[in-house]
């Protein structure tokens, strides 16, 4: 185990004065952090928290000393355990990272190496900074591992990035930055991909460990009822401003802001629930598997009636996104049937024609990894219409504008690269280039996970406008429950591969729940600092009453 190091609780380790960040676009520098001081001491989490474009995560960064490409520190001091990072050389600056501060990003998809096991990564920064030992290196991953509810933890490191859940992978990544317990970890969303069952887990592992070696921490997240159980103090931002700033409890209880008081008023989406009879897909006792003999879909059978929402949820691992991919033919069930439009779906992709990979489209969770960096939004858009449709030239041109403004985009998008524009606009640019197809369903997949509250609101609206004119049908995908409740018509539970509980959304979410049901509504956050340490006590009260 990582010794301590000295540490003394509420000694300042983070010191932010007057910074100013600008960022390069159009031929000119613009101002994207403008004069933020921040303190932190060691011990405490500070929450940063704003809508899309905020500053956020320019602000975490700049706590590291490290500005991302197209970005400049422009002004200000960054003062870290005596050392200011922006005076400092690239040297010392990257003695620091990994050791004494750690970034946990928000797409661990993004940030793992595809071509190395998970425990190479865990424990590559703590034998290269002599930390530890590879042997003890090791040791201490699966050790992290356990604690962070990773299943198999002797062995889940042996696995490649992509043969583990997007919320294992997650969980990994934040035993990497707990590696050499750092004096200071950013977390950047890092909860945003994980189930509300596993993220429970995991803030509860991320406090401990914070506890436990008086680290200081920067948690930035859109997620208002997370932030209330980790933060002890709470700072809003807006086009990088500061709007407000107190203690966590001070903030729930009275935010002082008119801004501030937006945020917390947000998700009061609620769509109608609405039954059909007229069924466009139809997913009938499917089994499928991973390399021969992993079970992941057991015996599923799922109906999505046209026109409507049916949303799909369970925790990391249960089969949701699985389900996604035998509907599309990328895994092609072992056993069972799926049928659109009443007629049998080819199992594999190679076997459907370009009329059916057309009817049957996908959004998925990460514009950021799901957009080609070097396209412009007029080839993102334009390729399925032309590859689908025919159209080219002016025609495709035009088109591409059209549903730029179905978006509600307009056409100065159109010759934008994906780095130009914020989260929110390029989920919609991913949304118009599912439409592109004029499919007959979209499957989305946790597309509003890691967009801030305001901007989900915005897309799943925009989604709910579009099936209204198009008559469009979706298999939503979540571990989102108020998603769930603002935008499904139906809703099928999911655990371990197995259907456990399907119907229509006011059955499913009214008492008396089933156990496991019960068990994924329970663990949804409550805008309440006190909600995570008493939910943690009635279930070790629960597992000691059952084990006595």
């Known amino acids: 185990m990582v010794t301590d190091k000295k540490r003394v609780k509420g000694e300042t380790l983070l010191d932010i004065k007057g910074l100013k960040i600008d960022g390069y676009s159009d031929d000119v520098w613009n101002p994207i952090v403008k004069g933020i001081d921040l303190t932190l001491k060691r011990g405490e989490v500070l929450g940063l928290i704003g809508e899309s474009g905020a500053g956020k995560s320019t602000l975490g960064l700049a706590a590291m000393g490290f500005a991302r490409p197209g970005c400049r520190i422009s002004g200000g001091s960054i003062v870290f355990d005596g050392m200011d990072l922006i005076a400092a050389s690239e040297e010392q600056r990257r003695a620091l990272w990994g050791s004494r501060i750690a970034y946990v990003a928000q797409s661990a998809a993004a940030s793992f190496n595809p071509a190395h096991h998970i425990i190479d990564q865990t424990v590559e920064t703590a034998v290269a900074h002599n930390i ?14 356990k604690r962070l509810q990773l299943p198999n933890p002797n062995t889940i490191g042996d696995r490649f990035p992509h043969q583990v859940s997007g919320g294992q992978l997650q969980r990994a990544m934040t035993a990497m930055a707990m590696s050499c317990r750092p004096d200071l970890i950013i977390f950047d969303e890092p909860t945003t991909a994980l189930d509300v069952t596993t993220q429970v887990e995991v803030l509860a ?10 680290t200081a921490a920067i948690y930035i997240t859109h997620d208002l009822a997370v932030v209330a159980q980790m933060a002890h103090r709470i700072m809003v931002l807006r086009y990088g401003n500061l709007v407000e700033e107190a203690t966590t409890r001070a903030m729930l209880k009275a935010p002082t802001q008119e801004y501030t008081r937006s945020l917390w008023a947000v ?9 059909s009879d007229d069924i466009a897909l139809r997913i009938h006792n499917v089994d499928a598997s991973y390399s021969g003999s992993i079970k992941v879909l057991d015996n599923v059978t799922v109906q999505v009636p046209r026109g409507r929402t049916v949303a799909v949820v369970g925790e ?14 990328l895994l092609p069930p072992s056993r069972g049937e799926i049928y659109f439009n009443g007629k ?18 996908m959004i998925y969770q990460s ?20 590859f689908y449709l025919g159209l080219k030239g002016a025609a495709r041109d035009r088109r591409v504008v059209e549903l730029l403004e179905s978006i509600e985009l307009n056409e100065s998008y159109i010759d934008r690269l994906p780095g130009e524009m914020s989260g929110g606009q390029k989920q919609r640019i991913s949304i118009a280039r599912a439409l592109a197809a004029d499919p007959e369903i979209i499957i989305c997949d946790e597309v509003t996970s890691a967009l801030d509250q305001i901007v989900q609101e915005e897309i799943l609206s925009l989604l709910m406008r579009l099936q209204k004119k198009t008559n469009v049908s979706y298999l939503f995908i979540t571990h989102d429950i108020a998603t769930v409740r603002a935008i499904s018509d139906e809703i099928v539970v999911m655990h371990q591969g197995k259907v456990v509980q399907q119907g229509p959304k006011s059955t499913v979410l009214s008492p008396p729940f089933p ?8 663990s949804v956050p409550e805008m309440d600092p006190d909600w995570l340490t008493g939910l943690l006590a009635k279930r070790s009260k629960k597992i000691k009453a059952a084990t006595a």
């Open 367 to 386: 514009a950021d990894t799901a957009l080609n960096p070097r396209q412009k939004v007029r080839d993102i858009i334009g390729r399925p219409l032309e």
């Open 316 to 329: 990391s691992g249960s089969g949701k996104s699985t389900l996604a991919r035998a509907i599309t033919g």
């Open 205 to 214: 592992a991320m406090r401990d460990i914070v506890e436990q070696f008086d």
């Open 344 to 361: 049998p779906l080819p199992r594999e992709l190679k076997d459907r024609d370009k009329d059916t990979l057309r009817r049957i489209q």
């Open 515 to 522: 156990a496991y049901t019960e068990l994924l509504l329970s």
């Open 132 to 145: 530890m030992t590879r042997e003890k290196a090791e040791a201490d991953a699966r050790d992290l591992y």
């Open 267 to 275: 998700r009061k989406l609620q769509k109608p629930e609405s039954i």
